[in-house]
């Protein structure tokens, strides 16, 4: 796995761990809420997915879009498909979402590497 994926997973799990040592009920409530958002229902993971990583890109949040980035991967989505969610996320935050677009399309560019070993 490429170092950008090894850091930001460990990063994510150990944290992830460390919250729900001490976590209250409203809080694994809140991880429950996202977790069974993103599930199948009306909308398909994969589209689920893609939209949260338009909105995690308006909203800036660079662990949000890596975390979206790896859903989607993992759900299937193409290259020409995640360009088009780049180009809306562009188009709807505007240019200071150009920052979060350099970083994201560095992220994808490594989980494509990985599924093509």
């Not at 209250?24 to 997915?49: H, M, P, Q, S, V």
């Not at 949040?61 to 980035?69: E, F, T």
Request: aromatic share 8%; proline share 1%.
């Amino acid at each position: 796995m490429g170092q950008l994926i090894n850091d930001f997973e460990a990063y994510r799990t150990k944290m992830n761990d460390r919250i729900m040592e001490t976590a209250n009920t409203n809080i694994k409530r809140f991880f429950a809420l996202d977790t069974t958002t993103y599930a199948d229902g009306a909308l398909d993971i994969k589209t689920k997915e893609m939209l949260g990583l338009v909105a995690s890109m308006v909203l800036r949040c660079d662990d949000c879009i890596k975390y979206h980035l790896g859903k989607c991967h993992e759900a299937g989505v193409k290259h020409d498909e995640m360009n088009e969610v780049f180009m809306i996320a562009n188009l709807v935050g505007g240019s200071i979402v150009i920052p979060h677009y350099r970083r994201a399309v560095e992220y994808w560019d490594e989980l494509s590497l990985e599924s093509e070993v």
